[in-house]
């Protein structure tokens, strides 16, 4: 049978690169010869690449089945003890718990929040663009800045906050923001809220933009309710995106450190305490580098599962 | 004849070296250390300070002064107070040698001992004859801030002490006095104990309230623990049962203790939980609080001293010069909290020029300059500083000042130093913040003793027993 992917030889090479008789010399087609540039190419960038994400976790892995703490460099393997110490660290799972409020509350408050945003950017309007730039300014902003700056904000004695609600109740309103438990959760909130909804408005100002107007002039047409048209034109539309921004803010907020350091440092005691605010007390100020290490691992097994149920459920992956 | 004329050759020679001996030694040891770091002049060594108004010593004074003297440039390195061990402990891990000198909290020189991190100072300080001028600095400093297991590890250089700052305007109004002494039976004076506190706090804040209450005080986290384990050892409380270590901090006294400290902030200003150095600071300053207790530097600002330096021009300025007096805190013990010692890092690459800085900095010479800087906040930690007639000319109230930091140093409880503190600190820390937000001090304080007592599990009961016990026996660990 005639390979038909095989060029015909090349009269001017020498019959030896010809594969003439008597040669074992296998000359490259063009297609395994851009393969292999392309390869060569985009090698020196995956092996750094592999360099600085896949050696920390398998020198993570590693240190976490050894002993290394403060006073002790012992790198003799210890077996699953600190896997096994996981299980009864209270504050661990507690710092889960806190991780997943502010999760399971701001993920939400920003799509729909940004969502209502986009639409409202959707047309054309004098200052559009001037708008849209000033409603970024937060997302710029470095996140320990905006928790520290929101501490000030929240002051009970000279921030704004305060004043502006006494005015409004017509009575002082000394209310301690990052010291009452009833009021610290919100503050963290507002303030993750107030950074990040932005971001999401800015992604799904652009999936918006991209909805099939013909589509939607239709449904007008037919006399389809806004709440028809929504679930049925633009959502379908948009999911793709709306997914993809779902995912990244969920995994940010699940790495949530910067905005709770300036406001609380995960007071008070531990009531606003995340995952990584622990583990960077465990790691970082009493040096239990092995059990960070574990708590990493733990952390990177749940993340992985929620991250492939998620695409999954998206249909992104195939 | 010959032999003669040998023994009197050999004691010439004997008595040449002793003269020229003891003029080498006639000179003081910042001047000896002057001299020998010439050696390495060009050379740049890396300090680790406590970031803000702290490094500003090394950056105006102490630093350009030691590269004139010597050609050694000294690069301060600023880090935040809370972040100080980790950098210390991560540089020392990391073999770097990126720091040469150190500024270590008392404190956790055992940790960071143990863990190799710091130079023994010993052989430098007999080579470059420091021992005698150790002696000079003030007994408590130097009997508990300086050595781990009888070795040097660093030179304490801040005298750190609580002390109580009161309204002396607002005592010795008579009408305060009389409606004071009918209501409670006793003279109104600087409280000798925390009822007396409570009781003259409440009176002034019922007269003066909302132009000034009775006391304020910092209550962030991070120093309030200080205050905590200094009211609950002046109490009678001891922090672990000395033959089980098992931790004793949730006991009556330190329920006792942690009750009264949140209902005193019935009495202070409004949001005191959160009340900083500063903001405490500044309400004391401008007449907001009558009592207040805090670290040294409070009484020199209060007096206004060096309110005129561009690098206090944050420090509001003093609406009570001349009208505070000095005093122990209730109990009359009060906490050495935190202060500094200077250590050289094992991992340096330039020791010996390490070691002459820090010899230099603590010397008698100098540090009586440094600790009269009006910007910087190192106190008075060597006897003749107490007594020094340039500091005593300050301000006319500054006798009574050092009397009191000098009673302080003597009567000061230390801050609790085992193996990793900073672990059973944190539990205090989050005890703090705790009791702020209303939770019940029982509860808290059984939290902080199984966090205590866990603590001590993974250290090694029997390993941590040992340290505790020689810390106890200190004569400032617990009152006598």
Redesign the interface.
Same mark, same amino acid.
């Given at each position: 049978m005639f390979n038909q992917s095989r060029k015909p030889p090349n009269a001017a090479l020498p019959l030896a690169a010809r594969g003439g008789v008597g040669t074992s010399i296998t000359i490259p087609t063009r297609k395994q010869a851009e393969r292999r540039f392309k390869y060569a190419v985009i090698a020196p960038a995956i092996l750094v690449l592999l360099l600085i994400g896949l050696f920390p976790l398998v020198y993570s892995l590693v240190v976490s089945f050894q002993s290394i703490t403060?006073?002790a460099q012992d790198t003799s393997f210890q077996g699953l003890a600190n896997y096994a110490r996981l299980l009864s660290d209270v504050r661990l799972w507690k710092a889960l718990g806190h991780t997943a409020v502010f999760t399971a509350v701001a993920l939400p408050a920003e799509l729909i929040l940004g969502l209502a945003m986009a639409y409202l950017f959707l047309e054309k309007m004098p200052g559009r663009q001037i708008f849209i730039a000033l409603l970024l300014l937060p997302t710029v902003l470095s996140p320990i800045v905006a928790g520290a700056t929101w501490r000030l904000l929240f002051?009970?004695?000279y921030g704004p906050i305060n004043q502006i609600i006494s005015w409004i109740a017509g009575a002082p309103a000394?209310i301690?923001w990052?010291?009452?438990?009833k009021t610290?959760y919100p503050a963290i909130l507002i303030c993750e809220i107030w950074q990040w909804t932005p971001f999401m408005f800015l992604i799904l100002l652009a999936a918006l933009s991209s909805v099939d107007k013909s589509q939607l002039e239709a449904a007008d047409l037919d006399g389809a309710p806004w709440r028809m048209t929504f679930f049925s034109i633009v959502l379908p539309a948009i999911w793709p995106v709306m997914a993809i921004a779902i995912l990244i803010r969920g995994l940010d907020l699940i790495r949530l450190f910067d905005i709770v350091w300036g406001l609380t440092q995960g007071?008070?005691?531990?009531?606003t305490e995340t995952i990584s605010i622990y583990t960077y007390?465990l790691g970082?100020?009493?040096?239990e580098t092995s059990y960070t290490a574990a708590i990493a691992f733990l952390v990177i097994a749940m993340l992985t599962i929620i991250v492939t149920w998620a695409l999954k459920r998206m249909e992104i992956a195939r | 004849m010959r032999r003669l004329h040998k023994l009197i050759l050999i004691a010439s020679a004997a008595a040449v070296a002793a003269v020229y001996t003891s003029a080498a030694f006639a000179e003081s040891a910042a001047e000896r250390a002057v001299k020998e770091a010439q050696k390495y002049k060009g050379t740049t060594i890396n300090i680790v300070w406590e970031a803000g108004l702290q490094s500003l010593d090394p950056l105006n004074f102490s630093g350009p002064k030691w590269e004139q003297l010597t050609g050694i440039h000294v690069n301060v390195v600023e880090v935040p107070a809370g972040e100080m061990? @980790?950098k210390i402990? &991560?540089d020392y891990?990391g073999g770097a040698g990126g720091y040469d000198a150190l500024n270590v909290v008392p404190s956790w020189m055992p940790?960071l001992a143990?863990?190799g991190a710091l130079e023994v100072l010993d052989p430098y300080v007999d080579k470059y004859g420091y021992r005698e001028e150790l002696q000079d600095i003030a007994p408590t400093y130097r009997d508990n801030q300086m050595t781990v297991d009888g070795k040097i590890y660093g030179f304490p250089d801040d005298g750190d002490v609580f002390v109580l700052y009161y309204r002396k305007d607002i005592f010795d109004d008579q009408a305060n006095k009389d409606a004071f002494k009918t209501k409670f039976g006793y003279e109104l004076a600087p409280p000798k104990t925390w009822k007396q506190f409570e009781e003259i706090g409440q009176f002034l804040t019922d007269k003066y309230a909302p132009k000034m209450y009775g006391a304020s005080f910092f209550r962030n986290?991070d120093y309030t623990q200080f205050m905590f384990q200094e009211r609950f050892r002046n109490e009678g409380g001891k922090f672990f049962d000395a033959d089980t270590m098992k931790a004793t901090v949730n006991s009556d006294i330190g329920v006792k203790v942690l009750t009264q400290m949140r209902d005193e902030n019935k009495f202070m200003p409004?949001?005191v939980? @959160?009340f900083g150095f500063v903001?405490n600071l500044a309400a004391f300053l401008s007449g907001q609080s009558a009592m207040t207790i805090s670290w040294p530097p409070y009484g020199r600002w209060a007096a206004g001293y060096g309110q005129d330096e561009k690098a206090l021009n944050w420090v509001p300025k003093s609406q009570i010069a001349g009208k505070v007096g000095y005093a122990l805190p209730p109990g009359g013990h009060p906490e050495l909290a935190l202060g500094f010692a200077l250590s050289v890092s094992s991992t340096s690459k330039h020791k010996d020029a390490a070691y002459l800085f820090i010899q230099w900095l603590n010397s008698k010479d100098v540090s009586i300059e440094r600790v009269q800087l009006p910007y910087a906040l190192r106190d008075p930690f060597r006897v003749e500083h107490y007594t020094s007639a340039e500091y005593l000319s300050r301000w006319p109230d500054a006798k009574d000042y050092l009397a009191t930091l000098k009673l302080g140093s003597e009567t000061g409880l230390l801050d609790l130093s085992i193996? &990793?503190t900073?672990?059973y600190e944190?539990a205090l820390r &989050?005890?703090i913040?705790?009791l702020?937000?209303?939770?019940d001090p029982k509860s808290?304080l059984d939290k902080v003793a199984a966090s205590w007592d866990a603590t001590t599990q993974q250290?090694g009961i029997e390993k941590q027993k040992k340290v505790y016990q020689s810390w106890a026996a200190k004569s400032g660990a617990y009152p006598k």
């Open positions: 403060m006073m002051d009970n004695r000394p301690i990052i010291v009452n438990p610290v007071g008070p005691g531990t009531m007390a970082f100020k009493q040096f | 061990f @980790t402990l &991560q891990r940790d143990a863990a986290p409004p949001g939980e @959160t903001e193996i &990793q900073d672990k944190e &989050q005890a913040s705790a702020w937000s209303g939770e808290i250290v």
